[in-house]
Nanobody, 114 residues
Framework: QVQLVESGGGLVQPGGSLRLSCAVS????????LAWFRQAPGKQRELVARFTIGGSTNYLDSVKGRFTISKDNAKNTLYLQMNSLKTEDTAVYYC????????WGQGTQVTVSS
């Protein structure tokens, strides 16, 4: 069973930055089908950033140019660098496979507020 542990969230002012981390329990970070999701209060979970089979990346339109997904295979860790944060980025952020194959972790809360 793959375990996912997200961290790095917090309270940040609009325009600020955060770097989220996702520790993966097994050596599968080298897999290309990893993604970050988020769920805001009262809304459905949405895919924010992902790696594609070809090794490139895709982003939700609203975060393009501001968020960057990356990974460290040696550390079995997935990252999400978030810059120029906006209040609408406030949500709980999760990592998983693109299809949400594994059990969801607790996520990490990101709150963007002045």
């Amino acid at each position: 069973q793959v375990q996912l542990v997200e961290s790095g969230g917090g309270l940040v002012q609009p325009g600020g930055s955060l770097r989220l981390s996702c520790a993966v329990s097994s050596g599968i970070v080298s897999s290309l089908n990893l993604a970050w999701f988020r769920q805001a209060p009262g809304k459905q979970r949405e895919l924010v950033a992902r790696f594609t089979i070809g090794g490139s990346t895709n982003y939700l339109d609203s975060v393009k140019g501001r968020f960057t997904i990356s990974k460290d295979n040696a550390k079995n860790t997935l990252y999400l660098q978030m810059n120029s944060l906006k209040t609408e980025d406030t949500a709980v952020y999760y990592c998983n496979s693109v299809l949400g194959t594994w059990s969801w972790g607790q996520g990490t809360q990101v709150t963007v507020s002045s």
